[in-house]
T-cell receptor, first 115, second 115 residues
Framework: AQSVAQPEDQVNVAEGNPLTVKCTYS??????LFWYVQYPNRGLQFLLK??????LVKGSYGFEAEFNKSQTSFHLKKPSALVSDSALYFC?????????????FGTGTRLQVFP | NAGVMQNPRHLVRRRGQEARLRCSPMKGHSHVYWYRQLPEEGLKFMVYLQKENIIDESGMPKERFSAEFPKEGPSILRIQQVVRGDSAAYFC?????????????FGQGTRLTVV
């Protein structure tokens, strides 16, 4: 079964410092991986995706993610955090096995950026 | 191009009543997905629909829950005889006809409170 794990419930970082939000995956077949962000009382906003190709994926708001096949990881990164980046971040894998098409989400990581 | 539209944004129901949640996908999107987010938890897949067809309902509770996506009009998630445990945020997402490199876009969600 397809799954993702986000080992950290919360990540704290000072504004201006680099940030990393971790995600590992377990899939059968090729992984289709996504990052979404959720601001309070809002829906999910798409940040970036890995389908194939370059292991470093660039997305919205200056975020990027590195796909690492040997470590089965897809960590989200940003070189310089902003207070406005504080939100809930979800990693997801797309499950297209046996005719379905759905996202399997991690439990989420709350990012807190301090001024 | 308007995004995924969900209504109502907030819904309060007494135990035993029915809840109807509506979702209008983005223009050109023929695939609709419903997810549920319990407080302080991640999103859990409920059902995947295409026009007039339920493709995967493996995440739907066996009783009281149903979903449809008619030829005309929005997708409806219906919860009969609601109980306190149904209180959650329900998110709808839509995507264009399936392709590996497409992503799903989410609505703002309907927050259901059962009193």
């Amino acid at each position: 079964a397809q799954s993702v794990a986000q080992p950290e419930d919360q990540v704290n970082v000072a504004e201006g410092n680099p940030l990393t939000v971790k995600c590992t995956y377990s899939v059968s077949g090729n992984p289709y991986l996504f990052w979404y962000v959720q601001y309070p009382n809002r829906g999910l906003q798409f940040l970036l995706k890995y389908i194939t190709g370059d292991n470093l994926v660039k997305g919205s708001y200056g975020f990027e993610a590195e796909f690492n096949k040997s470590q089965t990881s897809f960590h989200l990164k940003k070189p310089s955090a902003l207070v406005s980046d504080s939100a809930l971040y979800f990693c997801a894998v797309r499950d297209m096995v046996r005719g379905t098409d759905k996202l399997i989400f991690g439990t989420g990581t709350r990012l807190q950026v301090f001024p | 191009n308007a995004g995924v539209m969900q209504n109502p944004r907030h819904l309060v129901r007494r135990r035993g009543q029915e809840a109807r949640l509506r979702c209008s996908p983005m223009k050109g999107h023929s695939h609709v997905y419903w997810y549920r987010q319990l407080p302080e938890e991640g999103l859990k897949f409920m059902v995947y629909l295409q026009k007039e067809n339920i493709i995967d309902e493996s995440g739907m509770p066996k009783e009281r829950f149903s979903a449809e996506f008619p030829k005309e009009g929005p997708s409806i998630l219906r919860i009969q005889q609601v109980v306190r445990g149904d209180s959650a945020a329900y998110f709808c997402a839509s995507s264009p006809p399936t392709g590996r490199d497409t992503e799903a876009f989410f609505g703002q969600g309907t927050r259901l409170t059962v009193v």
